[in-house]
DNA sequence: TTGATTTGACCACT
DNA sequence: AGTGGTCAAATCAA
């Protein structure tokens, strides 16, 4: 498990002298492909190494966890929601590649923090008996956060958070130069699942997405959920993948909004099926994924595999500090 | 053909 | 009554 580990560095390593080099690079085609080539072929090898550690053995996670210091009582979770388990991503699992996006998020507002704001509704739903029934303010958990915009390709839409959702209307708001979107999980029909967001650019800074998320999804709790392995073992797994967040006490660290605006997604099975993993446009049809996706790290697809719409993940992760 | 998006209307809530 | 959230028909796109 430690080569492992080191290969990541390695490879955080390497795109980070990428980074630091990119404006020559940016002259060079040839040698940026070969540069590139050698991360996604170490982060390739890594992956597949963790994944069949993870999936033939479970102790290789304790000691994967111990090695990045994951408080023990992380690993007694006995479950996890998915928008937690993003949350949790973007907002603690930077460790091991603090040192790559530290300066890419050079380019990111300094004033743009996650709101891990949490409100409950006072109000029951009341369930209409008209013709027309309308579901409306159940108690439903809302969770805000700012997540910034593309820095290329679409910058009107906002980033991928790692689910599919289906946009099911948009309105004007009062006060609001820009109007708010309403989504849906897209597999709110198939698996019953009640996630929804809204999303909102703000007045002062339209780079800057309000994301307001409701309810949690279950479409990856399903049965008939298209996965292959149970996916509370997988959530379970990939919160004890994550690094602590207490590691970084006093302020979020500034990476870790950077990659709250990243999909970093896992897509189980290997090399087949690489789905995007990282888009400018947001939440794009979910026809291009096969059901829910999983938040790990797997820098080599977030770099290199987001073949659709505008994002472009080497940019994602390099973006230039010119707009 | 199927699924996603758009958009006007409906309705809950304050 | 005003505002915001949702519905659903029409339209678009793959």
Redesign the pocket.
């Known amino acids: 498990m430690e080569d492992v580990i080191n290969s990541i560095h390695h490879a955080c390593a390497l795109a980070q002298s990428i980074e630091s080099d990119l404006p020559n690079l940016a002259n060079q085609p040839a040698r940026l492909s070969l540069s590139i080539d050698e991360i996604v072929k170490i982060l390739s090898d890594a992956k597949e190494r963790i994944m069949l550690l993870f999936q033939n053995d479970q102790t290789p996670l304790s000691s994967f966890s111990q090695m990045m210091m994951i408080p023990h009582e992380m690993h007694h979770q006995p479950q996890m929601d998915a928008i937690s388990m993003q949350e949790l991503l973007s907002s603690s699992y930077t460790q091991t590649t603090d040192q790559l996006l530290q300066a890419a998020m050079s380019t990111i507002p300094l004033d743009v923090r996650t709101l891990p704001e949490t409100k409950m509704m ?5 369930v ?1 008996s ?8 159940v108690d439903v958990e809302k969770r805000t956060r700012m997540v910034p915009a593309p820095q290329f390709g679409n910058t009107e839409m906002p980033p991928k958070d790692g689910f ?13 130069k820009y109007p ?5 999980c ?1 597999h709110q029909k198939l698996y019953g699942c009640l996630a ?1 967001k ?1 999303v909102q650019r703000l007045n002062d800074n339209p780079s800057i997405y309000e994301v307001t998320y ?1 309810g949690n999804h279950t479409c990856h709790m399903s049965s008939t959920a298209p996965l292959s392995i149970p996916p509370q073992q997988l959530l379970l797994d990939m919160t004890q993948r994550t690094i602590s967040p207490q590691l970084s006490p006093t302020t979020p660290s500034s990476s870790t909004l950077w990659l709250s605006s990243i999909n970093v997604s896992l897509h189980r099975g290997g090399s087949g099926g690489i789905a995007p993993a990282v888009a400018g446009a947001s ?5 291009s994924r096969d059901g829910a996706d999983y938040p790990v790290v797997d820098m080599a697809d977030v770099m290199f595999n987001n073949g659709n719409c505008s994002g472009n993940g080497i940019e994602s992760l390099f973006p230039s500090t010119e707009r």
Do not use: M
């Not at 708010?180 to 849906?184: F, S």
């Open positions: 006072g109000k029951e739903a009341i209409a008209h013709s027309r029934p309308r579901k409306r303010k599919t959702w289906r946009k099911y209307g948009q309105k004007e708001i009062l006060g609001s708010r979107c309403y989504y849906r897209t929804k809204q409701r939440d794009g049809p979910s026809t």
